[in-house]
């Protein structure tokens, strides 16, 4: 991980182990309050592929057509993250997703992982 990639951070309820991406006051499955922050290893599987042919602006990665996909992560996740892909990637590739830059709000980039 270079310097400039912070973790992929869930939340995880203590209670039911319901883990969500999204920042929730309550669990929405349980509905205790209070789930904690925890580290994805961001590792997944792409379930969902598109190219985007006119955005409202450039991707981080260029401008259109760039491919955004769908990633269900290993830690079985109730969110999917919406990632940034160099090229299109058949559903079902093996995936780590990163942030692009420091920043919390920064997009996510998945690439495929050897073998
Ligand atoms: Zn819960």
Known sequence: ????????VLQRCP?????MLAR????PACGREGPEPCESS????????????????PSP?????????????EEHCADRVMALARA??????????R?????AGAPYLAEP???
């Open 61 to 73: 990665l260029g401008p259109a057509p760039f491919t955004l996909v769908l990633v269900e992560l």
């Open 42 to 57: 961001g590792r997944g599987r792409v379930r969902s592929v598109t190219t985007v042919h006119r955005a409202a602006g």
């Open 88 to 97: 299109p990637l058949p559903i079902g590739t093996a995936v780590a997703v």
């Open 113 to 115: 992982l050897a073998g």
């Open 1 to 8: 991980m270079s310097s400039a990639t912070l973790p992929l």
């Open 99 to 103: 942030r692009l830059g420091p920043a």
């Open 15 to 19: 209670a039911c182990g319901h883990r």
């Open 24 to 27: 929730r006051l309550y669990c």
